[in-house]
C-alpha cells in the first residue's frame, strides 16, 4: 500500500511538472513598436486610406486625397513603405497628383483602380472610359513597381470591355472590372459581367508577373435579371491554389416558392468554383429543403474546397435561427466537381457550449425579438491543421439600418439611410475532416459599429495557440481621458485559444511601461486591427478642420461650401503601431 501511495504521488508530481513546463513554454507576452507622428493634408501628402499588403521586409500603405463631391477624384495617391518591424519609413512612391509627378501626363486621364502586393513588388492598376451615345468602353491599365518602389514595368493597357449604358450613367459610376489575385499565385484575374438574354457571366483573363494576358475565358453566374444589371452581381476571390471562387445571391423563383410558409428565405447563396488556368468550373448552391443559411465560408484543405457554414431547420425552429448545426460540401479542385451539401445537428454539449440555456433567457430578457430573430453566425476567419481539420472563428451579427429624412433648400425632403451592425461573443470550433465537431469554445464581447457590414475578429497561429483580436465595449478598459477619444485605449484585452482542446483565455495588456509620464502615454484603437504575417497593426488617425479656414468660414459664409465639397481645408495627425506576439514571459526593465 505505501508503495502504491509512493507511486502515486511520484507520478502526480510529474504531472505537475510536466503541466509547469507546458504552460511556461506556451505563454507569451507583446512587444509594441510605433512608427513616428505623421502629419496629413490634401495638398502635400493626402491621408491615410489603407493597407496594401506585405512583402518580405516592409508592409505598404495607401494614401490618397480627401475629396466630398467626387467618388472618384483620385487626383493625389502615395504609396508608403514602412519597416514590417520597426514600422520605420522605408521608401515613399508619389503615383499622381503630386509635384514628383510634374510632366507626367499618362495618369491624367485615369481614376485608381486597386493594387496588389507580391513578395517581388507592387501591380497598380488603373482605369480609363471611352464613351459613345449608347456604350462604354472601360480600360484596364496596370503598371509595376519592385518591392522597394522603383518601376518595373511601365503602364500599358491589359484588358478592355464595352457595354450599353444609359442616359444617366456617370463618370463616377463604380467600375466594373474585377481584379483578384493571390500573392503567392503569381497570376492576376481581370475580367468583368456580361449580360446577354436576362443571363449573367464572368470572363475575364490572367496576367503572368510580366503583365502578359492570357486568352479569355468565361463561366455563367447563377442569377437572372431582366435587364444589365448597374453594379457587379458577385463577390470575387483568388486562392493560392489556383481556384476562382464566384459568391452570388440568388432569388428564388415564383414557382420555388409556391407552397412555402412565410419564414422560407427569398433568397439563397451560390458559390461558382473555377480553375482559372482551365476554365472548368462548379456550381454549387448552398440551400436545402426547410433550411436557412444566411452565411457561409469556405477553405482549401488539401486538394479539396470545403464549403461550409451554419443552418437552421424550419421543421425543428420555425424561427429559422441558423443555431442548429453546422453544414458542408467538399469540391474537388482537381475534378472541380462536388457531392453537394451535407448537414451536421449539433450535439446537446456542442450546442451550450456555443449558447447554453442561460445565455438564451439572458438575451430574451435583454434583446428585443426582431433583434434575436434577425442575429445570425457570422464567419471571419479559418484556419487549416495538418489533419486536415479546419478551425472555425465565428461571431454573432446584426445588422441594422435607420432611414433618416430632411429638408434641402427647396423644401423637399431628402433620404438617407444610417447602417450599423452589433457583434457579440467570439466563437471557435474545430471541425475534423469527417464533419465531426471536436470542440466548441465561446468568450463574451460586445460591440457596436456605425456604417455596413466589415470583420473585427484578426487572428494570428503563433507558438502553438491562436491568438485573436476583436472588438469590446469593455468599460474596464482603461481609456483616453476625453470622451471623444474613448475609442483609444492604453489597455486592449486579447484572447487565446488552444487547437488540441480549445481552452480559451482572455488577457489584458498595457501598452505602456510602468510610470509613463502623462504627456507620453500611447493609445491604440483595437478596432483598427489588421492581421499581417503573424503580427497585428493598427492604426489612429485624427482629422479635423484647419482653423484659418474655420475662422474664414464664421468671417465670410460662402467659403463654407468650398470646406464642405473638398479636403483641402483638413489636416490630419497618427501614427502606426504593430503588436508582435513573443515567446514566454516578458523580461523585467531593468531600473
Known amino acids: 500500500m505505501i508503495h502504491k501511495l509512493k507511486y502515486l504521488r511520484t507520478s502526480l508530481l510529474l504531472v505537475f511538472v510536466l503541466f509547469g513546463v507546458s504552460k511556461t513554454v506556451s505563454a507569451q507576452y507583446m512587444e509594441f513598436e510605433w512608427s513616428d507622428e505623421y502629419r496629413f493634408t490634401n495638398r502635400k501628402t493626402g491621408f491615410f486610406s489603407e493597407y496594401l499588403g506585405a512583402g518580405y521586409t516592409s508592409i505598404y500603405l495607401l494614401q490618397r486625397n480627401i475629396s466630398k463631391s467626387k467618388s472618384y477624384d483620385n487626383a493625389k495617391l502615395k504609396i508608403v513603405a514602412l519597416n514590417k518591424n520597426s514600422l520605420v519609413e522605408d521608401t515613399v512612391l508619389a503615383l499622381k497628383g503630386f509635384p514628383e509627378n510634374e510632366g507626367d501626363t499618362e495618369l491624367d486621364d485615369l481614376d485608381y483602380l486597386t493594387s496588389i502586393v507580391t513578395e517581388d513588388g507592387i501591380f497598380v492598376f488603373w482605369r480609363k472610359y471611352e464613351y459613345t451615345d449608347s456604350t462604354r468602353e472601360e480600360q484596364v491599365y496596370a503598371q509595376s513597381f519592385r518591392s522597394t518602389l522603383k518601376p518595373a514595368l511601365s503602364l500599358r493597357k491589359v484588358y478592355g470591355f464595352t457595354y450599353d449604358v444609359e442616359f444617366d450613367a456617370s463618370i463616377f459610376d463604380s467600375t466594373r ?19 446577354e438574354d436576362g443571363e449573367v457571366a464572368f470572363k475575364y483573363v490572367t496576367l503572368d508577373s510580366k503583365l502578359n494576358a492570357s486568352s ?46 412565410i419564414d422560407h428565405p427569398r433568397t439563397y447563396h451560390a458559390l461558382t468554383v473555377a480553375d482559372i488556368s482551365s476554365g472548368k468550373h462548379f456550381l454549387l448552391n448552398i440551400r436545402g429543403e426547410n433550411k436557412t443559411i444566411t452565411d457561409y465560408s469556405y477553405q482549401d484543405v488539401g486538394g479539396k474546397t470545403r464549403v461550409l457554414g451554419f443552418y437552421g431547420d424550419l421543421d425543428k425552429d420555425t424561427t429559422g435561427i441558423d443555431d442548429q448545426g453546422v453544414f458542408y460540401a467538399d469540391i474537388d479542385n482537381e475534378t472541380v466537381s462536388s457531392e453537394g451539401l451535407k448537414y451536421l445537428y449539433f450535439e446537446r454539449s456542442i450546442k451550450n457550449r456555443i449558447m447554453s440555456k442561460k445565455d438564451r433567457r439572458k438575451r430574451e430578457g435583454d434583446l428585443t425579438a426582431e433583434e434575436i430573430l434577425n442575429t445570425r453566425f457570422d464567419i471571419e476567419h479559418i484556419e487549416t491543421m495538418e489533419d486536415s481539420s479546419l478551425i472555425v472563428f465565428f461571431t454573432m451579427e446584426y445588422n441594422t439600418e435607420e432611414k433618416t429624412s430632411r429638408s434641402d433648400l427647396n423644401g423637399r425632403n431628402v433620404y438617407s439611410m444610417k447602417y450599423g451592425f452589433k457583434k457579440s461573443n467570439v466563437l471557435a470550433l474545430r471541425l475534423a475532416d469527417n464533419g465531426e465537431v471536436l470542440w466548441a469554445r465561446k468568450i463574451e464581447r460586445k460591440a457596436s459599429y456605425k456604417g455596413e457590414d466589415a470583420d473585427d475578429i484578426q487572428v494570428v497561429y503563433q507558438y502553438g495557440k491562436f491568438v485573436v483580436m ?94 464642405i465639397l473638398t479636403g483641402n481645408t483638413k489636416l490630419g495627425k497618427g501614427d502606426f503601431t504593430v503588436m508582435k506576439v513573443m515567446p514566454g514571459k516578458k523580461p523585467k526593465r531593468k531600473r
Open 470 to 563: 476583436f472588438g469590446n465595449e469593455n468599460p474596464k478598459l482603461k481609456s483616453h481621458r476625453k470622451k471623444r477619444l474613448r475609442h483609444l485605449k492604453k489597455e486592449i484585452e486579447y484572447a487565446t485559444f488552444d487547437p488540441n482542446s480549445g481552452r480559451a483565455k482572455i488577457y489584458e495588456v498595457e501598452i505602456n511601461e510602468p510610470r509613463t509620464m502623462l504627456k507620453d502615454l500611447r493609445y491604440i484603437d483595437p478596432r483598427t486591427a489588421v492581421a499581417v504575417d503573424g503580427k497585428f497593426y493598427f492604426h489612429q488617425i485624427h482629422v479635423r478642420q484647419n482653423p484659418i479656414w474655420t475662422a474664414a468660414n464664421v468671417l465670410f459664409v460662402p467659403t463654407l461650401y468650398y470646406t
Open 177 to 195: 472590372s474585377v481584379i483578384a489575385a493571390n500573392p503567392g499565385l503569381y497570376r492576376i484575374v481581370v475580367g468583368t459581367e456580361t449580360y
Open 216 to 261: 479569355e475565358k468565361s463561366f455563367p453566374l447563377p442569377q437572372t435579371f431582366k435587364k444589365f444589371p448597374k453594379e457587379l452581381t458577385s463577390e470575387y476571390e483568388v486562392r493560392d491554389n489556383g481556384m476562382l471562387y464566384a459568391k452570388s445571391v440568388v432569388k428564388y423563383t415564383v414557382e420555388e416558392l409556391f407552397g412555402k410558409g
